[in-house]
């Protein structure tokens, strides 16, 4: 039943000790602001980082593309449908879902399914809305996901998968002034986002909950600046993201490390 504890803390990942949650590894947040960022991978538009294999999801040039971390010049062309350029791409933990927003008006959220031989399927259930970040780990129970409900507004409602693969919305609405989607860590209990504190500055921020019972409280920012796409392994003491790049490199994916 525990298969997974094979899968190991490759670059900042981390092995799942437990189905309820409680011995994935501590998350204590704590500011990036000393740590020196490392490429991991160039010329990257937006990702998504499945945190059990060290494996990501890229996008550039309007194309997705899944690759090793370990090995980031060996890219495997994706085919998602519909075949629109994207502007968000969530991937599940285990790296078997993904879900994106296709670049067409009204924004929209999709989904896809690996099956057992790696390819990718249309999957219909999805929340209502604008965008999705990266959902908790389905061996911790149902799965939860934060949604923005409008692409273009600050609205955010979490839901939950249910045993028909539909999602149900799961307590109030709340603001979080984020540039695009909010991300769950495995268990839930952390998110984190590219966003803007009370006085406009940007940065990367998380907040915590103890259970998902609750809403998140207070957030902490953990890196100052434009940091599109953020996300933190569940131990908290890895952070990626897209570096903005400038007039000579493009935009690209660093490691954060504390």
């Given at each position: 039943?525990?298969?997974?504890?094979?899968?190991?803390?490759?670059?900042?990942?981390?092995?799942?000790?437990?189905?309820?949650?409680?011995?994935?590894?501590?998350?204590?947040?704590?500011?990036?602001?000393?740590?020196?960022p490392v490429t991991?991978?160039?010329n990257t538009e937006?990702?998504?980082?499945?945190?059990?294999?060290?494996?990501?999801?890229?996008?550039?040039?309007?194309?997705?593309?899944?690759?090793?971390?370990?090995?980031?010049?060996?890219?495997?062309?994706?085919?998602?449908?519909?075949?629109?350029?994207?502007?968000?791409?969530?991937?599940?933990?285990?790296?078997?879902?993904?879900?994106?927003?296709?670049?067409?008006?009204?924004?929209?959220?999709?989904?896809?399914?690996?099956?057992?031989?790696?390819?990718?399927?249309?999957?219909?259930?999805?929340?209502?809305?604008?965008?999705?970040?990266?959902?908790?780990?389905?061996?911790?129970?149902?799965?939860?996901?934060?949604?923005?409900?409008?692409?273009?507004?600050?609205?955010?409602?979490?839901?939950?998968?249910?045993?028909?693969?539909?999602?149900?919305?799961?307590?109030?609405?709340?603001?979080?002034?984020?540039?695009?989607?909010?991300?769950?860590?495995?268990?839930?209990?952390?998110?984190?986002?590219?966003?803007?504190?009370?006085?406009?500055?940007?940065?990367?921020?998380?907040?915590?909950?103890?259970?998902?019972?609750?809403?998140?409280?207070?957030?902490?920012?953990?890196?100052?600046?434009?940091?599109?796409?953020?996300?933190?392994?569940?131990?908290?003491?890895?952070?990626?993201?897209?570096?903005?790049?400038?007039?000579?490199?493009?935009?690209?994916?660093?490691?954060?490390?504390?």
């Open positions: 039943m525990r298969w997974w504890l094979l899968l190991g803390a490759l670059c900042g990942c981390d092995a799942v000790f437990g189905l309820d949650g409680t011995d994935l590894p501590e998350c204590e947040l704590a500011s990036f602001r000393d740590a020196q991991v991978v160039e937006l990702f998504s980082w499945d945190r059990l294999r060290d494996h990501l999801v890229i996008a550039a040039a309007g194309t997705a593309f899944e690759l090793d971390a370990d090995s980031p010049t060996e890219r495997t062309e994706i085919a998602l449908e519909p075949n629109y350029p994207m502007t968000t791409v969530s991937l599940a933990p285990e790296g078997d879902q993904i879900f994106f927003t296709a670049s067409i008006e009204p924004s929209q959220l999709f989904s896809a399914r690996r099956d057992d031989g790696g390819l990718w399927h249309f999957d219909r259930n999805v929340p209502d809305a604008g965008g999705a970040g990266t959902p908790t780990l389905a061996l911790l129970g149902p799965r939860r996901i934060l949604v923005r409900v409008s692409f273009y507004a600050n609205d955010v409602q979490e839901y939950e998968e249910q045993d028909d693969g539909t999602w149900k919305p799961v307590g109030d609405r709340h603001v979080v002034d984020a540039v695009t989607v909010v991300n769950l860590s495995s268990d839930g209990l952390t998110m984190v986002y590219d966003g803007f504190d009370a006085e406009g500055q940007r940065g990367v921020f998380a907040a915590q909950r103890p259970s998902r019972g609750e809403w998140f409280r207070d957030t902490t920012l953990i890196l100052a600046g434009t940091h599109p796409s953020p996300q933190l392994a569940d131990s908290c003491d890895v952070l990626h993201a897209i570096d903005e790049g400038d007039a000579i490199t493009p935009r690209h994916l660093v490691r954060y490390q504390r």
